[in-house]
């Protein structure tokens, strides 16, 4: 099988326009625990987030910055240094000579590698985490040039949470320790442990502590967050780099044994064949071209949570490994919602029925009063619950999961659960979730609390409350109905006749109730705080696109025709129509602000799915007209965090990406739709 690349290109005749590319855009590889190291593609930090190690551990811990970035440089024969790393100092100025000498970054088969030209000679670097560890290898390679140099690597750090402060101090002094090449990194008895180690030409460790001070976090700032840090060096590598000898840098928190098994050729030979085998296994339309670099992109979310296993014996009693997936890098955990929306496009269109199954009875093991989990917090193994729909869209992955495996042993094992679901929100469960037994429409809302996946929140302040009866609630409340009367009709007809007709009332009442005359469209929410809500939204589609659509067919096109006209753009769709007097065109400055336009107007990728959906149920031969749909997101991916999809973009043109530079149902429904529509 081939190798998947993807060439980054960058402006070679405008320094200005280069050197801003290079501190835009941004790489991710992650190490299937929800660990990752990411940075920008000239390596300054201008995230948090940013980092070559950022470790996943078990709770209390999460996840953690342990190694932050290098300063590297290249000694030649004649005795001349030139140094190719650095950072964005104090008010943004650049002390970086690395971007004066990259001259190419790719990803091939996911993995990212870079280039450098320096007085001739030409220096590849090559990045690759291992598998199920917290684990990085830093290789370089004399592509050609000088026959021998001497490359000189300091590690920089800041032990911290992942998602603190760039200003935050450790409280207890870094401990440096070495025996022979082995080199340790702590701050105490209890904390974790970074371990240094230099492999290939004849290599030394030079000690000179030393503290960098005034680095500029340039995207902190810009978010209104502190954007000034202290970076902790012990001292530099030096080793030999000959054109027959790779040399490798690797940080590490597992043990010296493990790190000797497996040393960084053999580490990148490894992952390079994991990654070839997740394309062998993937749908035949999706092993080469864009499609194969969405498959190697959904490999980032999903995960085994570093300890979380411990948790549940259910799971081992069953032979599963316990599964789920980050809803997002950087700053997202494992999302109910964002999970069973995404499970088809990130593991059934991917060939990963095993590991779909995997997170769906992981899920299953949560259920708490007849709902799923809306998030594990960070370091946490009990989850959140306070969500409407997530339980739903659950049905919805079951569904797609039996369609594409028939796996009927799985929905005998989670039926419990499933009916506990069904009767919960019949009766009533938390958060003022149930139906109403009037009209069977499902209400939902709490004081103070953000339910529908519409959730943003600053302090007391619930940006889109939509506390009543919200439209896509109901369009998924009606498609698990019907399900569950499928899935019971033959072991339980009467339950499942009484399901059916809980469903009948819903479908009356929802087309009754929720059709907007004066706008040709839905309501976003009937018997609301306010009232009716008339606001334009795309929620209304799912009342077409799910397996069982709640409108009535004759509403279908004027509903499609207006998401069309109001809400499509080429990155996906708007939250809110413009004219709205709460649309925002842009989503930009501190988090107040950008809560305040996170659904009102701000575009999501992950929308497009449904669009589609419905575009193709009401124009079933038209495909290619709905395969043109994702040119823009096909376009994106050389945009923000290249390779993946980001969680957002702005209403209005340039529609410039936001949010998380890599969201898993923005990469799910891309990879769906592409391969549901591909020629």
């Given at each position: 099988m081939t190798t998947v690349t993807r060439d980054f290109h960058f402006d070679r005749h405008d320094e200005k326009a280069k050197t801003r590319q290079l501190l835009e855009q941004e790489w991710l590889l992650t190490n299937g625990l929800g660990g990752y190291a990411s940075g920008t593609v000239c390596g300054a930090l201008t995230r948090r987030y940013h980092g070559l190690l950022i470790a996943a551990f078990p709770s209390p811990l999460g996840r953690m910055v342990m190694l932050n970035r290098l300063t590297e440089a290249i000694r030649f024969p004649d005795g001349s240094t030139v140094r190719f790393g650095g950072d964005q100092r104090e008010g943004g100025r650049l002390d970086f000579e690395g971007i004066d000498y990259l001259t190419g970054f790719r990803l091939e088969d996911g993995l990212p590698v870079w280039r450098y030209k320096i007085q001739g000679s030409v220096i590849e670097k090559q990045l690759v985490m291992v598998h199920k560890q917290n684990t990085v290898h830093l290789i370089y390679r004399l592509v050609s040039g000088e026959q021998k140099v001497r490359l000189k690597l300091q590690p920089y750090l800041q032990f911290r949470p992942h998602d603190a402060s760039v200003d935050q101090v450790v409280d207890d002094p870094y401990m440096f320790t070495a025996v022979q090449n082995r080199y340790q990194i702590s701050t105490g008895s209890h904390s974790p442990q970074l371990?240094?180690?230099i492999n290939g030409g004849r290599g030394n460790f030079t000690l000179e502590e030393k503290q960098s001070t005034d680095i500029f976090y340039d995207v902190e700032n810009a978010r209104?967050?502190?954007?000034?840090?202290?970076?902790?060096?012990?001292?530099?590598?030096?080793?030999?780099l000959a054109a027959e000898q790779d040399a490798a840098l690797t940080a590490s928190t597992e043990s010296w044994e493990t790190l000797a098994a497996l040393p960084p050729e053999a580490a990148l030979a490894m992952?390079?064949?994991?990654?070839?085998?997740?394309?062998?296994?993937?749908?035949?339309?999706?092993?080469?071209?864009l499609a194969a670099e969405l498959v190697l992109a959904t490999d980032q979310f999903i995960i085994t949570p570093a300890g979380r296993h411990k948790d549940s014996v259910r799971a081992h009693a069953m032979g599963d490994e316990v599964c789920t997936v980050i809803a997002g890098y950087h700053w997202f955990t494992d999302w109910g919602r964002d999970?069973?929306?995404?499970?088809?496009?990130?593991?059934?269109?991917?060939?990963?029925?095993?590991?779909?199954?995997?997170?769906?009875?992981?899920?299953?093991?949560?259920?708490?009063?007849?709902?799923?989990?809306?998030?594990?917090?960070?370091?946490?193994?009990?989850?959140?619950?306070?969500?409407?729909?997530?339980?739903?869209?659950?049905?919805?992955?079951?569904?797609?999961?039996?369609?594409?495996?028939?796996?009927?042993?799985?929905?005998?094992?989670?039926?419990p659960q499933l009916q506990q679901i069904i009767d919960k929100h019949l009766s009533g469960t938390s958060f003022g979730i149930g139906v109403d037994p009037s009209d069977g429409l499902l209400r939902q809302g709490a004081e103070?609390?953000?339910?529908?996946?519409?959730?943003?929140?600053?302090?007391?302040?619930?940006?889109?409350?939509?506390?009543?009866?919200?439209?896509?609630?109901?369009?998924?409340?009606?498609?698990?109905?019907?399900?569950?009367?499928?899935?019971?009709?033959?072991?339980?007809p009467a339950y499942s006749r009484q399901l059916g007709s809980f469903a009948e009332q819903t479908c009356r009442s929802f087309n009754s109730r929720f059709w907007y005359?004066?706008?040709?469209?839905?309501?976003?929410?009937?018997?609301?705080?306010?009232?009716?809500?008339?606001?334009?939204r795309p929620n209304q589609l799912f009342a077409i696109s799910l397996d069982h659509p709640v409108l009535d067919r004759e509403k279908w096109s004027p509903v499609l025709e207006t998401v069309r006209k109001r809400l499509l753009t080429p990155v996906g769709l708007r939250t809110l129509a413009p004219g709205h007097p709460d649309y925002k065109p842009t989503y930009h400055g501190d988090l107040r602000a950008r809560d305040a336009a996170y659904h009102q107007g701000t575009v999501w990728p992950w929308l497009i799915g449904t669009f589609i959906d419905s575009w193709l149920k009401l124009y079933p031969d038209q495909v290619p007209t709905a395969h043109s749909f994702l040119d823009g997101l096909a376009r994106q991916m050389n945009h923000q965090c290249i390779g993946s999809i980001s969680e957002i973009f702005d209403a209005e043109k340039p529609y410039l990406p936001k949010g998380c530079i890599a969201q898993a149902w923005s990469v799910a429904e891309m990879l769906r739709c592409w391969l549901k529509t591909a020629p």
């Open positions: 371990r240094l180690v209104g967050y502190d954007a000034l840090g202290t970076l902790w060096t012990a001292g530099y590598f030096a080793v030999d992952e390079r064949e994991r990654r070839r085998l997740l394309l062998a296994a993937a749908d035949p339309k999706a092993r080469q071209g999970t069973m929306i995404s499970l088809e496009g990130l593991t059934l269109a991917t060939g990963r029925h095993m590991e779909a199954g995997w997170i769906l009875r992981t899920f299953a093991h949560y259920v708490r009063n007849g709902l799923i989990p809306n998030l594990f917090p960070e370091g946490h193994n009990d989850g959140l619950y306070h969500t409407a729909d997530a339980s739903l869209w659950f049905f919805h992955a079951v569904n797609r999961y039996l369609s594409h495996t028939g796996d009927d042993a799985t929905l005998q094992m989670i039926m103070g609390y953000q339910l529908t996946w519409m959730d943003a929140k600053v302090g007391d302040w619930v940006v889109t409350p939509r506390r009543g009866k919200a439209v896509e609630l109901n369009a998924l409340w009606y498609n698990a109905l019907r399900l569950m009367q499928q899935w019971t009709e033959q072991d339980d005359p004066e706008g040709g469209y839905l309501y976003d929410l009937v018997d609301g705080e306010q009232g009716d809500d008339d606001a334009c």
